[in-house]
């Protein structure tokens, strides 16, 4: 029998027979619900409650012989090495058994100025909350004759999205509100820069937890406070001994020299990535963080080796591991209230994927620095396990201001502030104001070293090669390219497409042309070009080798300068079928 689709022109009615609950593709799912969601708005319902299910969301498997449920739920062997296929089960068990509950359901829309919050019903029974027979909501809305015509979910998308812009209630739950620059507060009336705020960066667990105990003590206070309110509670008894387990856990394997395993969330992993698809993961990932937290006013900016790799290319390095992201511990309180344990649902037009938000309760203590627990929070992606790493930034004193985090790194915050607009990976994101100086004392050498292993850093292409000595034609090597002509495969030394390979190389010469046009931070600030200058830009190849999207407007930058490139020159996601999922995995 085929498999029965929800997409484009190819929509049937689904018998009780074909709902069931594994095998069907992300896109189905994501079709079912943006429909019920589209249903809900036209009777009303601006913030209704979706069940949810994980084997409406993630590949599940009953199958296999499990020993006792008492081993499944105490053992799962953390600090054990074991096998690739040992530790992809012990993560499945406890998805599967234990119930992890989800909060809410973000769903992501390039072209919406605000993220769909939908909150959830978490449904323990195993059964499909989509596709079950009896109670899924398939069959509501089979009821409403949803699925007798063909149903397109990116036009629904986009019609909620509109009808979301005009009507604040839609899709917008309440939100308690921790940090005191919500709204992006711009340096000089610059929103090219953020002026940071010395009291989102001030945190103390006692006088906070004594501040909810009042909130909390009404009736009518919100139930994610309580939640935090319970959770911080704890974590300020656990204080007074610093008895603290430690939160995150990675996978320890077998046969691991490089400590691969280290690098993902034990209960999402399901084997050790290759080059290519860990950094096609990452980049999805890195690039849906970006949005969803430009558009709820997040605060935070690239760090560590991600900082690094900025400066260099504006793209990740392609042989990382993670993603490193610092933020003002206020912040990531705002993020602890209103979002931990929410799962976001990638724009489909970019992919299927799924990320889990999940803040470290042990975040709240500043002072018991034990190693253990100075990952504060972390975006993990349920298809590998790879993931962000959030460290929450706090002042360790008052009289000098030094900002740190609950390991080793310490800032000034004149540094860090004002944050700069750039872009990572092709989206908006935010660096810090003083970036040299603080990869140098991270880096001695970081920005000098142009060899690392088996790569290479090729100035006349602003990036990273692989072996560029037997992949590149001897020419290309030393002119000034905008693209790649030929590439010779010998030894696999390069994994990327032409199309892809092109396509990377836009964030590297969007790069470039920030260092040569851009502001690199409020002290050294080159002029606005003059309208010459601004001709000769508009004419070069360079530019037209960077992107295809529209021309900007000379009279506006013969005004402002070139200081909005950033925005004009956002770019898409790289091609990849690579690990940008379109079913289950």
């Not at 990273?464 to 495969?489: G, Q, T």
Request: charged share 25%.
């Amino acid at each position: 029998m085929n498999e029965p689709s929800l997409r484009g022109d190819s929509v049937k009615q689904l018998s009780s027979k074909d709902a069931k609950a594994f095998g069907y593709k992300l896109e189905d799912t994501l079709a079912i619900y943006i429909s019920y969601l589209k249903v809900c708005l036209e009777n009303g319902n601006f913030n209704p409650v979706l069940p949810f299910s994980w084997s409406d969301w993630y590949q599940l498997n009953y199958n296999y012989e499990l020993g006792d449920i008492q081993d499944v739920t105490n053992n799962f062997n953390f600090e054990v090495a074991e096998s690739q296929e040992i530790k992809a089960k012990r993560g499945l068990e406890y998805i599967q058994f234990l119930n992890y509950s989800i909060e809410r359901l973000i769903f992501m829309d390039s072209e919406s100025t605000r993220n769909f919050v939908v909150r959830v019903d978490n449904d323990s029974s195993g059964k499909s909350s989509v596709r079950d027979s009896v109670s899924g909501l398939l069959v509501y809305l089979q009821s409403k004759g949803i699925y007798s015509t063909p149903i397109n979910y990116q036009s629904d998308l986009r019609l909620i999205s509109r009808i979301q812009q005009n009507n604040e209630r839609f899709l917008e739950l309440p939100k308690f509100e921790t940090r005191s620059n919500m709204d992006y507060d711009s340096f000089d009336g610059d929103e090219m820069f953020i002026n940071l705020h010395e009291f989102d960066f001030d945190f103390n667990l006692t006088q906070r937890t004594e501040e909810l105990r009042n909130f909390v003590s009404d009736r009518n206070s919100n139930e994610l406070v309580k939640l935090y309110y319970n959770n911080i509670h704890f974590v300020e008894m656990l204080a007074e001994t610093g008895n603290f387990e430690k939160f995150f856990h990675e996978v320890e394997l077998t046969e691991d020299p490089s400590l691969a395993g280290s690098h993902y969330d034990w209960r999402f992993f399901k084997h050790v990535l290759q080059e290519k698809q860990k950094y096609f993961v990452l980049h999805h990932l890195i690039r849906t963080w970006q949005e969803f937290a430009n558009k709820e006013k997040l605060i935070y900016w690239l760090s560590h080796g991600n900082l690094l790799s900025w400066r260099w290319s504006g793209s990740s390095f392609i042989w990382d591991h993670d993603c490193d992201i610092q933020l003002p511990i206020k912040h990531l309180e705002f993020l602890a209230i209103n979002f931990n344990g929410s799962l976001i649902i990638e724009d489909p037009k970019y992919g299927f994927n799924r990320y889990l938000i999940e803040v470290n309760p042990y975040f709240a203590d500043r002072l018991n620095v034990d190693g253990k627990n100075s990952i504060d929070g972390r975006i993990i992606d349920l298809a590998s396990g790879l993931y962000i790493d959030l460290t929450g930034m706090s002042t360790i004193d008052d009289d000098t201001g030094i900002i740190s985090d609950k390991h080793i790194h310490r800032y000034s915050l004149q540094s860090l502030s004002p944050l700069r607009a750039t872009l990572y990976e092709g989206k908006q994101t935010w660096v810090p104001h003083d970036v040299d100086y603080i990869l140098t004392q991270e880096y001695p050498t970081g920005l000098f070293d142009t060899q690392y292993h088996d790569y290479q850093y090729l100035p006349n292409f602003k990036g990273w090669f692989k072996n560029p000595d037997d992949c590149l034609e001897k020419s290309l090597l030393s002119v000034r390219a905008f693209h790649i002509p030929s590439v010779d495969s010998r030894d696999h030394c390069i994994d990327f497409t032409f199309a892809q390979l092109n396509h990377l190389m836009k964030f590297w010469n969007l790069k470039a042309i920030e260092e040569e046009l851009l502001c690199f931070n409020k002290i050294h600030c080159k002029l606005p070009l003059d309208q010459e200058g601004l001709n000769s830009i508009e004419n070069s190849t360079y530019i037209e080798a960077s992107s295809n999207i529209q021309k900007w407007d000379l009279d506006d930058f013969a005004a402002e300068g070139l200081r909005k490139l950033v925005n004009s020159f956002t770019l898409g996601p790289i091609p990849s079928t690579d690990m940008t999922v379109n079913c289950f995995q």
